[in-house]
Structures are given as C-alpha cells and as structure tokens.
C-alpha cells in the first residue's frame, strides 16, 4: 500500500487552505509549493513547510510541472495535491508524477484524458447509454460545423474540445453568424489550451446545471454524494452553487446520479471527481456535459449536506486505502448554499479589483462556513484568480438556508477591494431565488439587468437592504 | 526543513531525465537553480540566514544557501513605484501608451509568438500593441493613432501599475 506522509500542495489561495487542513487532520505533513507572489500568504503560515517555486507568474510556478514536481522531490514529498485549475487536469503532471515516483492525489493520467478530452468522454457517455446534446464529434472546419449546426437546430454552442471556464465556447444564432465564431472560439481555444478542436452542440434554452460528485478508490467502490446545481452563472462562470439540486424532480435526479457512476466506473476512476450534466427543464431531460477530473470550487456544499470530507477522502484513496464509508451510508440532511466572494466590481462589468483588504470580517455562527486565505491587510495580488472566499451557508431546508445566507451575506464586511458581496446581497432576496425559477440564463437576463437598473435609481441598494 | 543530498539527487536527476528548461527552488535553507545546459551557480555560501545554519549542509555544487534571495524580493510597496506619467510629453510630438490598469504586461498573443509591436514596428490606428493581464482577464491596449513604435519600456511578463507608460509611439506627420 502506497504511505502519504508528506504532501506537496501544488496551489494557492483557499484551496491551498482547505488542502493543508485535509493534510493536517490526516496527520499528513504538508509543504506548500509557492511563487514570490505567495511566500507571505495565509496558506504559506498555515502550511508545516513551504518552498518557493518561482516567480509570481503561474506560467513558471504554479503552471510549470517541472517547478512542482522537483519541488516535491526535493522536499521528500511522497504525494502531490494540485487542488484545482492550475495544472490538476494535466495528465502530463500525473505522468510526471508517476515516473519519479510521487503519488499524485487525483486519477491516473490516462483517466484525466479520457475523461478531460469533452469530445472522447461525449462518445464514451454516448456508448454506455447515457444521454449527450445532439451535437457533433470534433469538426474539421466551419463548413462541418455549419452542416451538424443545420442538423441539430439554431441557437447553438461552440465548445472547446480541450475546454473549460467558458473559454473558447461561443452561442451562435444564427448561419450568418457562424463562420466568424468559429473562427474565434478556435483561436481562443488555441491560446486557453493549445488545442483549437471544436464540436458543436444544440444550445437548450432554459437549462439548469447539474452536476454529481463522485469518489472511487483503488478497491472498486465507486460512491455518489448527490447533486449540487450551479446555475447561477455568469459567462460560463458559477457565482453560486446548491445542494442539493432540489428543483429537479426526484425521479429525474435518480437517474443523473446513477448515470454520474456509470461514467466514472468505466473510466477505471481512482480519487474524487465530478460528472456535469445540463437539464431540460421545459422537457424534463437530462444530457452529459463533462467530466472534471479534480476537487471542484463547490464541493463544500455537498460536505455540509453529507458530512463527509471530500478532500480527507480524497487523500485516503490515493494512498491506496478504501473510502471510509459505503453508499449506502451517505445521507443528505438539510439544504447547502456556496457564494463565490469575488475581487470584482458587479457594477462595473466585473472588472478586477485588486488591492488592500483593509477590513475583512467574514460572517460566524452555526451552519455558517467560509473557505478563504484571506485576512485584514492582505494584499491581493493581480496575477491570479479573484476568488477571495466561499461563504457557505447551511439549513434544515432551503429556505432556512436562504434566510440566513441573508443574514450572513449582510455581516460580511469587506473594504479596500469591490467584491460581488452587494450583488449576492440582492441576489439572495430576489423572488425567483426563493421560488427556485433558476436557469442558466437567469444571472445574465434576468437579475443583472433589473439589479443594475435598480442601483442607478437608487444609490446605494446594498446598503438600505440592511 | 527535509531537505538532504537524497532530495537534491533525486531533482537533479529528473531535471536530466524529464528534460525540464528550468527551475528554480527556494526552501529556508537551501536554493537550488538549474538551467538546461547550463550549470549554475557553482560556488557554496555560508549562510547567514537565522536557522539555516542547523540545515543540513549542501554538498553538491549546483546548491547554495539561499540568503540573499528574499532580500532581492521587489518592493512591494506602491508609494516606492514612480507613479503614472503624464500622456503628453511636453515639446515632443510621441504617444505615450499606458496601462489601463494594475496587471502584467504581455507583448505577444501567446509565449513564443512575436511581439504585437516592436521598436520599429509601423503601427495603424487601433492595432493592438500589448496586453495587460489582470485577475486572469485579459485587456488589450490599442494603438490611438497610425505611427511608428519609438520605445519599449517593459520587458515581457513585468508587473506594471496603473498610468505606467509601457511604449511610445511617433504619429505619422510627426
């Protein structure tokens, strides 16, 4: 059996966090792998070791396979977390890994292609019987994508085939439209991940996002821990997660879940992962999206739900021991919500908003979590991601959930940067929300539009919504 | 800190066998740089730093003590940066670019492409010149006018702040 005992956390920011405490209650010792930009950062304290790997541009630290790998090597490092973004989906850094003998806490490399590739893992869905978009395999060029475009219908979705985050993924209306998108979303895909494959897919107007968290060990268990729904989004980009996805109807939800296992177990998966579908909510159907081979940002809400420490798990099954429970021991109890607290000004079109966190006080008390590396004083850097926190918020039922994920919202103070605190302030309190008339066009359409008009009439909404 | 011969063997050995360009290392008590083809530095300090004394003592030449590397950290501190420039230089016909805000300055659509303008490079009317990256988004800064690029005053990959001038350009006529 393979030992973990001591861990490189190949990342930064609230996931380094969360992994060093997962390290820390699994009597792992860590070592935080960090740039220049990072030495002084919470993580950096919290960890027992750190070691910087190169300048404050991800490009040759956090995103360079070399820099972590030798990292771990030179520190002794048995295993290697990637968290998440970064290089976790690289099937290269597992490869890696694997050759110098580091245990690399995630599935095996030819896993993450299989199941990383949107394209292959469209056609493995396709042959175990699990739904997938009408849509294409990759296409060739704009010629081929007018044809399967023509087939399945306008509106439809470019995507990439290396995708992920909403890069090089475009809605195209209509035939006129099509050559020039194709165009883009190739090129940008190119630039995000050095592969300009496409397919196409038929765009579903009023969706919600679905997806099921999945944990499989070397023993060939293979659990499900429920659904969460993400769709709350904005460009592609959850703002707000839930578990569970409570809007769907029970019979629909069954049937994601046991598609979520058949997936993950013909993919021979070892670790924690995530299988996404989109719902048709007029039609009451499901469809595969994709596979994420990591932790995802959300999985917190589904560890208040269950109670069950993914990341522990996660830490477990790579040292090659069984989950530590069956499913079925899993149990969901009450209803959990994620809010995405963003260095973004919502008023301002999102833009960044680095600086100084002068005041930083996030929110306490009974079913109240918040996931964050960041403290009164802290600088955040403009090289990385804006994500500043997760509040979690956790109830008996969804709209004990909901009130005080208001209440929580209100006391979490934050001043130096914009963040998207005022716009989930609204957002929690606006009728749909309570009703759960969520799609995924619903941020954008709907809230954004009448929450932005509202705050020219009014001047500070945020602040008389207290 | 674990850090013995072993872990300095080991990433030597796969920095050969993985053929990696480049990487740099920094632990509390040692530094450890490897370029490919390139073997630096070869000397061994004594370092000075409270606590790496009690490291264990690199033996290989590729490895120094690390005391002078968090003392070359930049300056962190924005009151110690020049502050934005004024757009127009006086008497002096040229367009001063600037950055559109905090972020780090890309010449090139992606790593290895050439640069979008170079010292030299005749540029029209909303070309794009660079990119200022931000929070992962990415802003594209585009010519004003026609023109010829004069200077180039950051290096690809810098951090640049907010009115910082990043090139500058003689209009045609000028």
């Known amino acids: 059996m393979t030992v973990l005992n001591r861990v490189l956390v190949a990342n930064r920011g609230e996931i380094a966090m969360r992994v060093i405490r997962a390290c820390f209650d699994e ?62 989906e690289r099937p290269e850094l597992a490869e890696a890994c694997q050759r110098r003998g580091v245990t690399f806490i995630g599935p095996p490399a030819d896993t993450i292609r299989r199941g990383g590739d949107k394209i292959a893992a469209r056609g493995l869905a396709r042959s175990l019987g699990i739904p997938v978009g009408a849509g294409s395999g990759s296409i060739v060029d704009a010629a081929q994508a007018a044809t399967v475009a023509a087939e399945v219908g306008y509106p439809v979705l470019l995507k990439a085939a290396a995708g992920g985050g909403g890069r090089g993924m475009l809605r195209v209306q209509t035939s006129e439209e099509l050559p020039g998108s194709v165009a883009t979303a190739s090129s940008e895909a190119q630039a995000a991940f050095g592969d300009g494959r496409l397919y196409v897919e038929h765009y579903i107007a009023d969706a919600r996002h679905v997806e099921v968290q999945v944990l499989a060990d070397s023993h060939g268990t293979v659990v499900h821990l429920g659904d969460r729904d993400c769709s709350f989004q904005r460009r592609y980009q959850k703002l707000v997660e839930e578990a569970p996805a409570s809007a769907v109807p029970q019979e629909l939800r069954r049937q994601i879940a046991e598609a979520a296992v058949i997936l993950i177990s013909a993919l021979n998966y070892v670790g924690v992962g995530t299988v996404e579908f989109l719902v048709d909510v007029a039609l009451n159907t499901f469809s595969f999206l994709e596979v994420n081979t990591r932790v995802q940002v959300e999985h917190p809400v589904t560890e208040m739900v269950t109670g069950i ?59 109240i979590r918040t996931d964050t590396h960041c403290y009164a004083g802290y600088q955040v850097p403009t090289h990385y991601d804006s994500l500043l926190a997760k509040l979690i918020c956790h109830g008996a039922d969804r709209n004990t959930a909901l009130t005080l994920a208001a209440h929580a919202l209100d006391a979490f103070t934050v001043e130096g940067v914009e963040t998207t605190l005022p716009m989930h302030r609204a957002l929690i309190r606006h009728p749909d929300v309570r009703d759960n008339r969520i799609t995924t066009r619903w941020v954008e359409e709907t809230f954004l539009p009448g929450w932005t008009r509202d705050y020219a009439r009014n001047q500070e909404p945020a602040e008389s919504a207290k | 800190m674990t850090i013995d011969q072993d872990g300095v063997t080991r990433v030597l050995q796969a920095f050969e066998q993985e053929k990696w360009d ?23 300090h004594t ?38 420039h004024n757009v127009v230089v006086q008497g002096e016909p040229i367009d001063e670019i600037v950055a559109p805000s905090p972020g780090i300055f890309w010449r090139s659509p992606s790593p290895g492409a050439p640069p979008f303008a170079d010292v030299g490079t005749r540029i029209e009317a909303g070309a794009v010149l660079f990119i200022v990256e931000i929070m992962k988004l990415m802003n594209t800064v585009l010519a004003p006018r026609t023109g010829v690029v004069a200077d180039v005053l950051i290096g690809n990959g810098e951090q640049v702040e907010r009115g910082q001038v990043l090139l500058r350009i003689r209009p045609d006529g000028a």
């Open chain 1, 27 to 88: 009597g792992i010792t860590s070592v935080l792998a960090v740039s220049e930009a990072d030495r002084d950062s919470l993580p950096a304290r919290a960890a027992d070791e750190t070691i910087t790997i190169g300048p404050a541009s991800a490009t040759a630290s956090y995103l360079s396979v070399g820099a972590v790998v030798s990292a771990a090597l030179l520190t002794g490092c048995d295993g290697l977390h990637p968290g998440y973004g970064f290089l976790s």
């Open chain 1, 309 to 367: 420490d993914i990341v522990r798990e996660q830490l477990r099954v790579a040292a090659g021991k069984p989950l530590s429970f069956r499913q079925q021991d899993v149990r969901s109890n009450g209803h959990a919500i994620e809010f995405r607290v963003n260095a973004e000004a919502p008023l301002a079109g999102f833009t960044p908003s680095p600086g100084t966190l002068n005041v930083w006080a996030p929110p306490t008390g009974a079913g």
């Open chain 2, 22 to 44: 480049e990487i740099h290392l920094v632990t509390p008590g040692v530094e450890l740089h490897l370029v490919a083809g390139v073997v630096t530095p070869t000397t061994t």
């Open chain 2, 47 to 84: 370092s000075h730093v409270p606590g790496a004394e009690g490291a264990d003592k690199p033996s290989s030449a590729v490895v120094t003590a690390s005391a002078d590397a968090p003392l070359n950290a930049p300056s962190e501190d924005p009151e110690s940066s020049t502050g934005p």
